[in-house]
């Protein structure tokens, strides 16, 4: 009987046991990620592959202002008005700064006054030369008069001279107390106030023309014979979007003994002044040749803090499911990123994945069209030109 207890006392421990494990929840739920849902959610796939795609070389560079002045004055003096801000867009000869001038616009006053008074010297010489002529002629003077008279006719003219000299130059340094701009661009600096007084040829304004703007790169010395003034170029500037064709203007023919790279200044129109002097910008200088790349639209990537992956569906079974890869990869050709690692040629990827998509969960892919990254040669360019190397 001892033995019966033992085996009924045992086998209700084994119970309570089971029974205590399965009220604390039993063995770790599946996490929320991966759970099953009932329905498959509608995607579309793309299915990877190759394309043939122009290796490009990419450079990093600058946006600058095609022209750069900093106006001052000649002169001292105390300024006036300063009628102009910072970040104000203005033409060429407006009035960036005015000093007080009421000096200089008297010593004006007294230069036409001399040239006034030289002038009535000259017309009483010049009667005074003729009547003494006359005279002479008849001999009523003599030669010495002659002389007298002729002295003091060229000596009045060379008067006029001097007084309409002294009045430009009386003229001109009143223009020194007008601080104009040289030409159409935009006041990125003032270092002047009303008020202040400010010293001969120190700088007052910074003014700068960006329509067009300059970017400026640097590219190896290993590349520096493929390029020349006036080959275009594709500037891109991701903070504002921008991505268009330049003009290379010059190619710096002295490089940086450190770095080894030479300057190349690219010329970009800027009508709408989106782009400012300062901005990083990227430069794809040319095509080095044709290979072959496994690109993706940038819609279809994900991102989970640093780890960038793609949904891949897992058509092993019925129904496909999603599969997250976590990818690696390269540089972006317009609206497509290049991927090193991590998909294969032949699988099937999500396109523009829905948000809550997980995975494991159940999908329902449909196919889309055929796709090829921006600037991907067409077949018979690649059969019939496969790199641009083999052109040069």
Not at 50 to 58: F, L, R
Not at 243 to 257: C, M, Q
Not at 311 to 332: C, H, I, K, M, N
Request: one cysteine or more; proline letters at 6%; a negative charge.
């Amino acid at each position: 009987m001892n033995r019966t207890l033992i085996s009924v006392t045992f086998a209700l421990l084994v119970s309570l046991a089971l029974l205590a494990l399965v009220a604390c929840g039993g063995p770790e739920e599946t996490p929320a990620e991966v759970r099953q849902v009932a329905e498959p959610v509608a995607v579309t796939v793309q299915t990877a592959s190759y394309h043939p795609v122009g290796d490009q070389m990419v450079a990093t560079g600058g946006v600058e202002a095609s022209r750069r002045a900093m106006p001052g004055t000649k002169i001292m003096g105390r300024v006036d008005r300063v009628p102009v801000e910072e970040g104000q867009k203005v033409g060429a000869g407006a009035l960036l700064a005015a000093l007080e001038s009421r000096d200089l616009e008297a010593a004006v006053r007294q230069a036409e006054a001399a040239v006034a008074s030289a002038e009535a010297q000259l017309a009483n010489a010049k009667a005074q030369y003729a009547r003494i002529q006359e005279l002479e002629a008849k001999g009523s003077a003599t030669r010495k008069n002659l002389e007298d008279a002729t002295s003091a006719f060229q000596m009045s003219e060379a008067g006029v001279a001097q007084a309409k000299a002294n009045l430009e130059t009386a003229r001109v340094t009143l223009t020194y107390a007008v601080v104009r701009s040289p030409f159409d661009g935009w006041v990125v600096t003032k270092r002047v106030e009303g008020g202040d007084m400010v010293q001969p040829g120190a700088p007052l304004f910074v003014v700068e023309d960006l329509d067009p703007v300059k970017v400026v790169a640097q590219i190896p010395e290993t590349e520096v014979s493929r390029f020349a003034p006036g080959d275009l170029v594709t500037v891109e500037v991701a903070s504002v979007g921008a991505h268009a064709a330049g003009e290379i203007a010059r190619l710096v023919p002295s490089g940086d003994p450190r770095s080894r790279t030479f300057q190349v200044d690219i010329l970009l129109d800027n009508p709408d002044g989106v782009l400012k002097s300062g901005m990083f910008a990227r430069v794809i200088l040319a095509e080095k040749g044709t290979r072959m790349g496994l690109f993706v639209p940038l819609s279809a990537v994900v991102s989970r803090g640093q780890l960038t992956g793609l949904f891949v569906a897992d058509e092993s079974g019925d129904p496909a499911r999603a599969r997250l890869r976590w990818v690696r990869l390269g540089g972006e050709r317009g609206e497509a990123v290049e991927v090193i690692s991590g998909l294969a040629e032949g699988e099937r990827y999500v396109l523009d994945p829905p948000t809550g998509l997980v995975d494991g969960t159940p999908l329902s892919p449909r196919q889309a069209p055929s796709w090829a990254p921006a600037g991907a040669p067409s077949e018979s360019e690649t059969m019939d030109e496969p790199t641009t190397e083999a052109m040069r």
